[in-house]
């Protein structure tokens, strides 16, 4: 005999303005099966939670709906509360009044009466659940951080430092990231390798870590506890064992005009480079599109070409052989922290992009973006940290800076903000000035973003005693006009137009996720906003995990976002990962299938769609010993609960446990209105 | 259960019911975005959650129907990121099915709307439900379905033409 307790949550004023509460607290009451039902102003508050264990006491409940906020929000705190009056937690479910119901309605007629509909439904649903015991799993105490920027590295340091090994996998041949290509950072002009390199040798000789650069996540098999990451380490035609970074083979390389990377495009590299002096770990790679060798053989020559880096090895440390390699690491929580890249303005642009064509699709020379600015002002930089015109060498008098470039403008495809660019403008600003004590430094702004601690102190620096000019307006055209480039745009201050002769412009182009962001977020089914930035499992209180349980997200590849801030993120990151690695189990809702064996015909369609491969095949013995049937059999280890089995089962002998056939039925049979 | 039904509603103007099949991943919690972020819609909508569209049985939609909704929403996951990995896949190739069957049956197939709905996508669910309600507004109460149920077994025209084709062929 069900008796099913109702508690309708006024949520002070979010439900209870357009939903009449004590109405709907009073229809439930009528509703067959409930033998309690009130209404109150704050349901999860400590009294709301008292409220309903003093019910589940006195009226002998046998279920528990609570018709409130989302079950994404408060579900286990109520089941929490279930569980302290003695009920068994899953006899407790939520009906989602607030996000479903009061916020998206305004007629409280209308609103009031989809309520009662909601809360009926689960209240019908809840007379079928059943009391189910949690699961426990082993977790397998390690874990991997996928990007080795300084989010990375702080997120691996940190659990490292917690006594739990850390698999670093990096893409590019050495960690960094981008602030290694910083000059210096806001607001204390820090160097930024100065600071950043330290950590990173801290990252390689931590007992810990086992970093892995040149290296790209394949595929992800698992779930939490129990990750399988294969990872491809590429070929870096060097064997790490032997090479002692000495550098000759750099030096012997005949290929010097290669674009470097790391300087943006503005210096070179050689074919078998490390991409920066201090590049850790210390070991080249070839670049095999662009080496003699390489490319030779590609072309189907038979002969030997080139090959001087290998003559030069003195340890014999050069192999042409080497091949990619994949290898598996099994770990029990993975942090995702693969940073950003700026956006192009070139006409080449991905889906839902576009180009600016105004500023002349990235092909005027001397229009360069921040990090290229950053590469000039380096003192290890292709220019020894001089501003120089990467047209002529000449040191540029005036400098426009534009902000928001493909930022904050919907036509362009991006409606955010970047965040960090009104504060490295200014530190731009500044460092030229620094520099070219004569020079002019004029900035187009809309607005100036400087929140955070020392920012807003920073950009007034950068007027006052740096005599930056800060202009208002936006920028409508940029073109080259003889030796000089022409930023027309507007002052809304002053009311004019400006016309400004400029030597160089720096545009402060918007912050965007890494390529290949979304085949990654796949790999690990995580999901990703439009621009595909990893989205956070709660915008305000769960910014750190994603939904899929194990996986955590750090840094700008989640949102734009600066140092400080990526750093705090890394380490909130560690922080759930040391979490979960302190039990010696973890534990798992009951959501998991089960086959009725006496049903069950064997065909095995359900262990064809598992995505889990949670299911086998099972011999049924008679007592005699033989084999007279086969039939499926679910792992409820490995199962997640997704219900495809059930769907596809042809003799229907699969229920998947809190969405049952006759749960989801009896919800359907609620919001009928024909008897 | 509940009111007056189909016919009444404000000002005697038909107001569809639509029950929603969603998957807690993604369209659930879309639809928690949309009431985050306070975008009004339809109040026409009734959501059942489910952990994946890989756990919709055709049959449920069918349930709906002969229940009283007169329109239904499925949605998921977009193709690629389920969070199941696949169960959104086996969804799609099930309802591409269904949705034939249930045309041939005579379920307009205006009355059912199949969506991919992501978990920043409040925007998008909101303009799903309008778009829903709007249209079965226009198609009008799914009386055709209940006339279906309600006939005993024996009776009707559907009955006589299939002994009027047994006749035929005994001829």
């Known amino acids: 005999m069900a008796r099913v307790g109702v508690f309708v949550c006024h949520c002070g004023e979010n439900i209870a303005r357009t939903v009449d509460c004590a109405a709907v607290a009073e229809a439930l009451a009528d509703h067959p099966g409930v033998a309690h039902a009130e209404d109150y102003k704050y349901m999860c508050s400590d009294p709301g939670q008292a409220l309903i264990k003093r019910a589940i006491i006195d009226k002998r409940l046998t279920g528990v709906v609570v018709a409130a906020c989302s079950p994404h929000m408060h579900e286990k705190t109520f089941r929490r509360a279930a569980s302290q009056a003695g009920l068994n937690p899953f006899l407790c479910e939520m009906a989602n009044i607030r996000e479903h119901c009061s916020w998206i309605h305004e007629d409280r007629e209308a609103a009031t009466a989809k309520a009662t509909d909601i809360a009926r439904t689960i209240a019908e649903k809840v007379k079928h659940n059943v009391p189910l015991e949690t699961i426990h799993i082993p977790v397998t105490k390690r874990a991997m951080v996928i990007g080795g920027g300084i989010a990375g590295i702080q997120a691996a340091l940190d659990i490292a430092d917690g006594g739990h090994e850390v698999v670093l996998v990096e893409k590019d041949a050495s960690i960094g990231g981008h602030m290694a290509q910083l000059s210096e950072t806001f607001p204390t002009l820090d160097c930024s390798q100065c600071i950043l390199t330290p950590r990173m040798v801290e990252a390689y000789q931590h007992p810990n870590i086992k970093l892995m650069t040149w290296s790209e996540v394949d595929s992800v098999d698992g779930y939490i506890g129990n990750f399988k990451v294969t990872v491809r380490k590429k070929a870096r035609s060097v064997d790490a064992d032997v090479c002692n970074g000495c550098g000759d083979c750099m030096a012997a390389c005949p290929n010097r005009r290669t674009p470097s990377e790391f300087d943006a495009g503005l210096g070179t590299r050689s074919a078998i480079y490390v991409p920066f002096p201090q590049a850790v770990p210390n070991t080249p790679v070839i670049d095999r599109a662009n080496c003699g060798r390489f490319k030779a053989i590609a072309k189907g020559i038979k002969k030997e070409v080139c090959g001087k880096c290998a003559t030069a090895c003195l340890k014999g440390a050069i192999d042409f052989t080497q091949q990619d390699e994949l290898v598996t690491e099994e770990v029990g929580a993975i942090v995702v922290a693969t940073g950003y890249q700026l956006y192009s303005i070139g006409r080449e642009q991905p889906e839902g992009l576009k180009g600016y064509g105004e500023y002349g699709y990235g092909e005027v020379p001397d229009v360069i973006d921040g990090l290229q600015f950053e590469r000039l002002a380096s003192a290890s930089g292709p220019t020894a940290g001089e501003i120089r015109r990467p047209s002529d060498g000449k040191a540029p008098q005036t400098i426009v800076f534009v902000h928001c470039v493909g930022s904050r403008d919907p036509e362009k495809g991006m409606s955010y903000c970047s965040k960090i660019c009104c504060m490295y403008n200014a530190k731009h600003a500044m460092l030229y000035r620094h520099k070219v004590h004569d020079g002019r430094a004029v900035l187009f702004y809309m607005d100036v973003r400087a929140a955070g601690k020392g920012y807003d102190e920073f950009t007034r620096r950068a007027v006052e005693q740096d005599g930056a000019e800060y202009l208002r307006g936006r920028v409508s055209r940029i073109y080259r006009d003889g030796d000089v480039v022409k930023v027309v745009g507007y002052d809304t201050l002053g009311h004019e137009p400006v016309e400004i002769d400029a030597d160089m412009v720096v545009l402060a182009t918007a912050m965007r996720p890494q390529p290949g962001i979304k085949e990654l977020a796949q790999t690990l089914s995580v999901s990703y906003d439009e621009h595909g930035f990893i989205n956070e499992a709660h915008p305000k209180l769960r910014p750190v995990e994603t939904n899929t349980a194990g996986v955590f997200v750090a840094g700008a590849c989640q949102a734009p976002r600066d140092i400080p801030d990526s750093v705090a993120m890394a380490s909130a990151t560690a922080a759930k990962v040391l979490a979960l690695f302190s039990n010696a189990e973890l534990e798992r809702e009951p959501a998991v299938a089960a086959v009725n064996e006496a049903t069950c015909i064997g065909c095995l369609t359900c262990e064809r769609v598992c995505p889990y491969g949670a299911v086998e095949a099972k011999e049924i013995r008679d007592r005699a010993g033989n084999v007279v049937r086969m039939v499926a059999s679910i792992n409820p280890g490995v199962c997640q609960g997704c219900g495809t089995c059930q769907a596809v089962c042809l003799s229907k002998s699969i229920e998947l446990a809190t969405f049952t056939d006759e749960q989801i039925h009896s919800e359907i049979e609620a919001l009928a209105f024909w008897p | ?171």
Not at chain 2, 17 to 26: E, G, Q, S
Not at chain 2, 39 to 55: E, F, Y
Request: charged share 25%.
């Open chain 2, 1 to 171: 259960m509940s009111d007056g039904g189909n016919g009444g509603g404000k000002g005697g103007e038909f107001e569809p019911r639509i029950t929603a099949f969603v998957c807690n991943w993604c369209t659930y919690t879309g639809a928690d975005l949309a009431g985050t972020s306070r975008l009004h819609m339809a109040s026409n909508v009734r959501i059942i959650r489910l952990p994946c569209t890989g756990r919709i049985d055709p049959l449920f939609i069918v349930k709906a129907f002969e229940r009283g909704a007169d329109g239904v929403i499925v949605s998921g996951c977009h193709p690629a990121d389920c969070h199941y990995t696949a169960g959104n896949y086996h969804a799609r190739r099930r309802f591409a099915l269904f949705r034939e069957l249930a045309s041939f049956i005579g379920i307009d197939p205006g009355r059912m709307t199949f969506s991919w709905v992501s978990a920043s996508e409040g925007a998008k669910w909101r303009d799903v439900v309008d778009d829903t309600v709007a249209r079965v507004r226009a198609l009008g109460p799914f009386e055709a379905y209940r006339r279906l149920v309600d006939q005993p077994a024996g009776t009707g025209e559907s009955y006589a033409s299939i002994e009027g084709l047994f006749e035929e062929a005994a001829r």
